[in-house]
């Protein structure tokens, strides 16, 4: 069992940045890709960004938020993180971290692919 709690979400103005965490604690957190989404009401929950643990850590950022938003994690500290920059009022939705096992960089996206998740953080973007 993994439990994930994110952290550092708020109300932001258009143009500011904004780092959520992701803490992780129970089973080794370095076995598992940890990824970020967001959703907003009605819509499917939306892939991020994912990076693969210690010690060959890498991570993969999706299209729509490459160039503004950077996933990292701190094994040693059990903690993902997610830099968001440039934000802008769309970017408004609750985020979440997840902690799985997808098979390649395309299964990233798949929220199926993810065996835990956070409790999901409020992020408002407005002037």
């Known amino acids: 069992q993994v439990q994930l709690v994110e952290s550092g979400g708020g109300l932001v103005k258009p143009g500011d940045s904004l780092r959520l965490s992701c803490a992780a604690s129970g089973r080794s957190f370095s076995e598992y890709i940890v990824s970020w989404f967001r959703q907003v009401p009605g819509r499917e929950r939306e892939f991020l960004g994912g990076a693969s643990g210690s010690p060959f850590t890498t991570s993969y950022v999706a299209n729509s938020v490459k160039g503004r938003f950077i996933v990292s994690r701190d094994d040693a500290e059990n903690t993902a993180y997610l830099q968001m920059n440039r934000l802008k009022p769309e970017d408004t939705a609750v985020y979440y971290c997840?902690?799985?096992?997808?098979?390649?960089?395309?299964?990233?996206?798949?929220?199926?692919?993810?065996?835990?998740w956070g409790q999901g953080t409020q992020v408002t973007v407005s002037s």
């Open positions: 997840a902690a799985g096992n997808p098979r390649s960089y395309s299964s990233y996206y798949y929220p199926g692919e993810y065996e835990y």
